[in-house]
């Protein structure tokens, strides 16, 4: 059985190299027989996708995407001074 840390590397260097996700910003621990995904990302569908990504790397495993949306705003009014 592989060590989970070298998973986690295995894991991370998938969503860092699939031309899908390319995302250096999620941190995955495994615990088990399970892998989680925290971080955050700017919709539902890339938390899918990057689940789905770190699925296909640990096949086995069962992720909990604890991955959060945050709301991307465009820039506000200008402050005058």
Known sequence: MEAP????????????????TN???I????????????GQV???ERRALI???ASEAAPG???RNEIT???VRGPGKEEKL
């Open 27 to 38: 941190r995955v621990d495994v615990r088990g027989e399970q892998l989680f995904l925290r």
């Open 61 to 63: 495993l069962t992720v």
């Open 51 to 53: 689940a789905d990504v």
């Open 23 to 25: 995302e250096l910003g």
């Open 42 to 44: 700017p919709g539902d």
């Open 69 to 71: 949306v945050m709301e």
């Open 5 to 20: 840390q070298y998973v986690a590397a295995r894991v991370q260097r998938a969503l860092a190299e699939d031309e899908r």
